[in-house]
């Protein structure tokens, strides 16, 4: 990782001054850098030895980095990783057009490779991403969304990345396609786990957990995993607080506090938990036909990890 992260600080440079400062205010705030670990360690499993997968290990964490900073601007966040988000510093033009010279350097990196496979799966992911994002963007505010559409959207904009991730490293590797399509299968699982304990720190998290506001979603009128739960079994109501709350906007901080109630009341949190835990076992499972390695291990600890956000 300490050579990803070097090269993670080379390819953020520029001769536009403004560049480096935004994208190094979001590369150097604390990310997790799970996403480049995930090729890494699929890398690592089939014996590379060459420098390759640095490469598309640093493209993936520039894709990212590229989508919380669009993010930041379609949500009106103020935080991202516990401090001010880069919109909030130098305005939402310099956060989309640093998130567009990240991607763009991403693909650089990519291309140096000489992997068109690699090239093929990491730009069908960006498109993905953005469908998935387009996507929340049309369910938003809508309390008919259900929970297939909202799976739906976390596939595309969250989970289609970490599978890509995974998938990229046995490719580079010359793994065979029984073994990649495992891991992509294992990074599907590991994204939408990931983004259900995203959905329930929202409500049940703090600031530190989430780097970010709590209740951001709620605020946003984000139809989330224990929101649609909770409307799904309130009465007339309950369901009447979630229109006036989700989709016209009355969403002050008593607001919360009573959204909060009403997860707990009908479990919605710790059945978006249930579902956070199925989907890491779906994951799991995924790893059952690839042989034991420090890669196969490293990559069961993020599971582990990424669950244990929850506690």
């Known amino acids: 990782m300490e050579r990803v992260n070097r090269l993670i600080l080379s390819k953020a440079g520029s001769d536009v001054e403004m560049i480096p400062e935004v994208a190094n205010h979001l590369i150097s705030s604390g990310g997790k850098r799970l996403r480049p670990m995930l090729t890494l360690a699929t890398a690592a499993m089939f014996g590379y030895r060459g420098d390759h997968h640095v490469y598309l290990a640093t493209s993936v964490e520039f894709m990212h980095t590229a989508t919380l900073l669009h993010d930041d601007v379609v949500d009106e966040s103020d935080m991202r990783r516990g401090k001010s988000s880069a919109r909030m510093i130098w305005g939402n033009q310099a956060s989309v057009l640093v998130g567009d010279f990240l991607l763009g350097q991403a693909f650089r990196m990519m291309v140096e490779t000489g992997s068109m496979e690699a090239l093929k799966v990491l730009s069908n992911a960006a498109a993905v991403i953005a469908e998935g994002e387009v996507l929340q963007l049309s369910v938003a505010k809508k309390m008919e969304t259900t929970e297939d ?3 739906a959207v976390i596939r595309g904009k969250t989970a289609e990345l970490f599978a890509a991730a995974a998938e990229v490293g046995p490719i580079i590797a ?14 599907m699982a590991l994204g939408l786990a990931f983004q259900l304990v995203d959905d329930v720190l929202d409500y049940g998290g703090s600031s530190a957990d989430l780097g970010k506001n709590v209740g951001d979603d709620f605020r ?3 139809v989330t995993m224990p929101v649609i739960l909770a409307h799904q079994r309130g009465d007339a109501e309950e369901k009447a607080f979630w229109r006036a709350a989700i989709e016209d906007g009355e969403n002050d901080d008593a607001a919360l506090e009573k959204a909060r ?10 059945d978006s938990i249930s579902r956070a835990l199925a989907y890491g076992e779906t994951a799991r499972a995924a790893l059952a036909p690839l042989p034991m390695s420090a890669g196969r291990h490293a990559l069961e600890e993020v599971i582990d990890y990424c669950i244990a956000r929850i506690s």
């Open 149 to 151: 559409d909202y799976i």
């Open 174 to 187: 010359g793994a065979s396609d029984a073994e990649r399509m495992a891991l992509r299968d294992y990074g």
């Open 220 to 222: 946003e009128g984000k």
């Open 261 to 270: 109630r009403l997860i707990a009341r009908h479990n919605a949190l710790s």
